[in-house]
């Protein structure tokens, strides 16, 4: 399938069919980001010891901020590639993805400067006691080294309407990440810098799996120019725009997170914030799937708003928004029935 027919067939099919395919595949992407963060943390605790798990936990703030930064320029440049596909402005959707790696690598690049040159009063900002911030310190000054690698921009890949390749650009990484983790704590026992090196790896792979898709790929909607990379301040300010509140929401996540790990050091210690650690991970596992959901369905929204197929958005949205209440009631009744089975 061409890429222009496959964008336009987000306007023309079903819309259940549409979102149940955009959905499933993402969540797909992210229940197996999720089966390798449990994972990871397994081999931590067995590899190593719990304060290395919890070394880890301490730096998900960071991870949270990342993604944070990478979803607010993700979303907002996703948006605007949809709706320029809608419209037919192959130029201006061109534009778009070339303005958003352009403010994700000057962010990134800041971010890994300021981190590895703070990263050891911010440990302890993070709520690490003096028996954990020798792990935290050690992961988090390679995860910030590997900062400028750590999104491939799987959200304007599926603005293309190319789900499955936006779902490889998740499942390839992860499952690599999950293989190096392994090799590297349980056989060559680097310890808990070999769990930072797995993570800064299989985002360097998902990295070169986006600038493929981007630059050299011929099955694309789009072509991306070296002259689109001049800054143009309006397309930048409305990608920022239209990404803020997925960054006041990612944000607020991992200020929750902090305010947490501080108080439960002053009141258990490391072994509360090892428990914390694992029924962190629990939680953000179990609120995947309407995460996925929420991201299957942007493709769709931008595209037929682009098309001032306003009837289609709407179905959309309610499509979504019944799916999303009726996994969460579903979760939260298996949460109350087996929690012992979860932790």
Sequence with gaps: MSGASRVERLGTEKIGKLLLEMSSQT???????????????????????????????????????????????????????????????????????ATTFLIFWAAAITITIAGALCIEPLVYLLGATDRI??????????????????????????????????????????TTNLVLCWLFIMVLRIGVAGAALATVVAQAISAGMGVYFFFFRKNRSYRIRRAYFRPDWRLIGEVLMIGFPSLIKNLSASLVVIIINNLLKQIGGDSALGVFAIANRLYSALNLPQTGIVQGMQPLVGYNFGQRQFERVRRTVRLSLGATVVYGALACVFCQLMPAVLI
């Design 27 to 97: 969540t797909l992407s992210l229940l197996v980001y999720a089966i390798y963060s449990i994972t990871d943390t397994y081999f931590l605790s067995v590899g190593i010891n719990s304060l290395a798990a919890a070394g880890a936990s301490i730096i998900s703030p960071v991870l949270i901020g990342l993604g944070a930064v990478a979803t607010t320029v993700g979303a907002g440049g996703a948006s605007v590639v949809s709706r320029a596909l809608g419209e037919q402005d192959v130029e201006r959707a061109s534009r778009a993805v």
């Design 133 to 174: 911030a020798p792990y935290a310190i050690v992961y988090g000054r390679i995860i910030f080294l590997g900062a400028v690698t750590s999104t491939g921009f799987s959200t304007i890949i599926r603005a293309d309407g190319n789900a499955r390749y936006s779902t490889a650009i998740w499942v390839i990484p992860v």
